[in-house]
């Protein structure tokens, strides 16, 4: 059969796993599209996996098949993002995505596809979902529970299925532990997925995140080919002009992102942020945790595991990253700039208008920097508090309720607000009237 008039042809875009092994859901799939047979395949030309298994049987029917090799050689690690933005920008009718176990770079190709206004129909692996309720479960959780611990990374029980800790472990880097006997006694009592403390495991994480159905980048982010964090984050190096850091402790998570774990820096301590780097690029450090590999979550915005793809040691934090999540080093506080006792208990005007200022900014704050603008607003308020204009107990009353109204959960904005003021704290503001 001739190559058809590519042209006038149906395009059908096609973007699957490499570890998608189910011959039959892309056969049917490929059927319903098989039309009079002048439509051309479009794939990313994957030597395994779900663009192999179709191209075999795509031209096994006599279609044509067009291929987009990535060019590695030339473009090294962004090329396989290159290689998903120029098939998508040649236009398709449909894009059918196979994709297993939350790949990368078919998610960033059906993310794409969604932007420009394809179709995209997403098929499942015929797998099943782990069963959370089953003993081996509980057993699998709590042997990755123990390797975490056997890292030296501080772990703590999560609610079954969700992100939250369990009731009495709010404080997580107190009660946090690398006892293999405690551990073992906590996950027997319930199948608890893992959290590790990140200040007091030595950590470092950067969260890759894929956007939420409907979520545009703002405008500075709205570019070709960003559609995810890890999209951002290539971006981010060609900027600096420094290589991705990949080579280190990898976790996927749930919808398709990614945990990179790094070592922290010994000269600062580092806090969370959220957006501080780019769209949907947060941090955790010291005051947070992640999600360990080993846990299953299933919440409104999606369900999955969290899977380590790369298990080797954390590299240490990149200086070019250290510096940018580093704060403004403000001058630290100096005896004479202690506030007196008993100061501090009534709030000055201006205080008081500068807590309804950021109160009023973290409540009208786009998705994407909600975390960051109440860190921020945390931090400044903490200068006030320490400079004795400003009663602590207040503060965090209206910080809470900000970060509530504008949609964050009261898991994620307690150690935001209390991180942002202990710092803020440690460096008051000078000549606030």
């Known amino acids: 059969m001739s190559a058809p008039n590519r042209e006038a042809a149906r395009r059908i875009l096609l973007t699957g796993s490499r570890t998608w092994t189910d011959t039959e859901t892309i056969r049917t799939a490929l059927a319903e599209h098989w039309g009079n047979g002048s439509a051309v395949l479009v794939t990313g030309a994957c030597p395994r996996g779900a663009d192999a298994i179709a191209e075999t049987l795509w031209a096994e029917q006599g279609g044509h098949v067009e291929r987009h090799p990535a060019d590695w050689d030339t473009h090294g690690k962004r090329a396989g993002l290159l290689r998903n933005a120029d098939m998508v920008a040649l236009g398709a009718t449909v894009c059918l995505a196979f994709i297993r176990d939350a790949s990368p770079g078919a998610t960033h190709a059906a993310r794409l596809a969604e932007r420009a206004g394809i179709p995209v129909h997403r098929y499942p692996h015929p797998e099943g979902k782990p069963d959370v309720a089953n003993t081996a479960l509980s057993t699998d959780l709590l042997r990755y529970a123990l390797a975490a611990a056997a890292r030296g990374w501080h772990v703590f029980p999560l609610t079954p299925r969700d992100k939250r800790p369990v009731r009495g472990f709010t404080d997580w880097e107190r009660h946090a532990t690398t006892d293999p006997d405690h551990i073992r006694r906590l996950w027997s009592r319930a199948p608890f997925n893992i959290g590790i403390a990140c200040g007091p495991s030595g950590l470092v994480v950067l969260d890759l995140d894929m956007p939420k159905p409907r979520q545009a980048p703002p405008p500075a982010w709205h570019l070709p080919g960003i559609c995810d964090g890890s999209a951002v984050l290539t971006r981010l190096c060609e ?182 003021l202990d710092a803020g704290q440690r460096r008051p503001r000078h000549g606030a009237a």
């Open 239 to 420: 900027q600096a002009k420094q290589e991705r850091p990949d080579d280190t402790f990898t976790v996927l998570t749930r919808r398709g992102g990614a945990h990179l774990y790094f070592t922290a820096p010994t000269a600062v301590q580092l806090r969370n942020t959220s957006g501080a780097l780019g769209w949907l690029i947060d941090t955790r450090a010291s005051g947070g945790y992640v999600v360990g590999p080993g846990s299953y979550v299933h919440l409104p915005d999606g369900a999955g595991g969290y899977h380590v793809i790369d298990s080797r040691n954390p590299a240490p934090l990149p200086h070019w990253l250290t510096t940018r999540l580093t704060p403004p080093d403000l001058p630290p506080a100096s005896p004479a700039s202690a506030p007196p006792p008993g100061q501090g208990q009534r709030p000055t005007r201006y205080a008081l208008a500068a807590l309804h200022n950021e109160v009023q900014r973290v409540k009208t704050t786009a998705p994407g920097s909600r975390n960051h603008t109440l860190n921020t607003a945390a931090f400044a308020l903490g200068q006030l508090i320490g400079a004795g204009l400003l009663p602590r107990p207040l503060a965090e009353d209206a910080l809470h309720a900000a970060g509530q109204a504008a949609g964050l959960p009261a898991w994620e904005v307690l150690p935001t607000v209390r991180s942002g």
